[in-house]
């Protein structure tokens, strides 16, 4: 029993010792605007996670910094194979969150259909969106995601939406080996939340060579 009180003793202190690990070179990174070591850091947010949030909050830092910094590590992770795909392989899920509360569109089985009634920005920019074949679902939750991928077979995604909901989503993806990229809404809520379609735009349409800036790299 007392060797096994040792073993556990010894894991735990490794644990620990890897999610402080993980902070310092999380915060390096931050405050330097410079990822350090995202290979390592990359499944050490996943492995560590509920860890690494309590020593975050000790340390009376706040939440959406952490899931900001996630975001933009697997954005520019994902960014080299994103650029490489083609555009009719690539598939955009905004949330119908981002629609009017006067939303004429017919929910789907793939959906909402817009119908370019110009009472919300999506009207403005879905047209833009679909340009050379990309795939565009207005989607009332996460679980249309999978089917959509299942039905379409895109090759990369892209999602929208708050600062959790898009964290999830590019975890979800990486679960099932899909490259994907995040944007992230300027307004929180459930109802007619905003966002910066240019930066939408530009990440959308990247093609090998172009640089992912910070502005468009995630909030």
Not at 21 to 43: A, C, H, M, Q, V
Request: positive net charge.
């Amino acid at each position: 029993m007392l060797m096994l009180g040792y073993i556990i003793l010894i894991i735990a202190i490794l644990i620990l010792s890897y999610a402080l690990i993980i902070l310092f070179l999380t915060l390096i990174s931050i405050r330097r605007g410079k990822f350090y070591f995202p290979n390592l850091i990359k499944p050490g947010l996943i492995v560590v996670e509920g860890l690494l949030r309590s020593i975050w909050r000790a340390l009376r830092l706040d939440d959406k910094e952490l899931i900001s910094f996630t975001i933009r590590l697997r954005n520019q992770m994902n960014h080299d194979k994103f650029c490489a795909v083609p555009m009719n392989k690539r598939a955009i899920f905004l949330p119908q969150c981002l629609r009017s509360a006067k939303c004429p569109a017919d929910l789907t089985t793939e959906g909402l259909v817009c119908r370019r009634c110009m009472r919300c920005g999506i009207g403005s920019v879905i047209d833009q969106l679909e340009n050379d074949g990309r795939m565009v679902f207005i989607i009332p939750g996460s679980t249309f995601i999978k089917r959509m991928i299942k039905e379409y077979h895109p090759r990369a995604i892209v999602g929208v939406g708050c600062l959790l909901e898009v964290k999830e989503g590019l975890e979800m993806a990486d679960s099932i080996d899909m490259i994907a990229m995040g944007v992230v809404t300027s307004k929180d809520g459930c109802v007619e939340t905003t966002m910066e379609w240019e930066k939408l735009l530009e990440v959308v349409e990247l093609v090998p060579g172009d640089p992912l800036t910070a502005s468009s790299l995630a909030p």
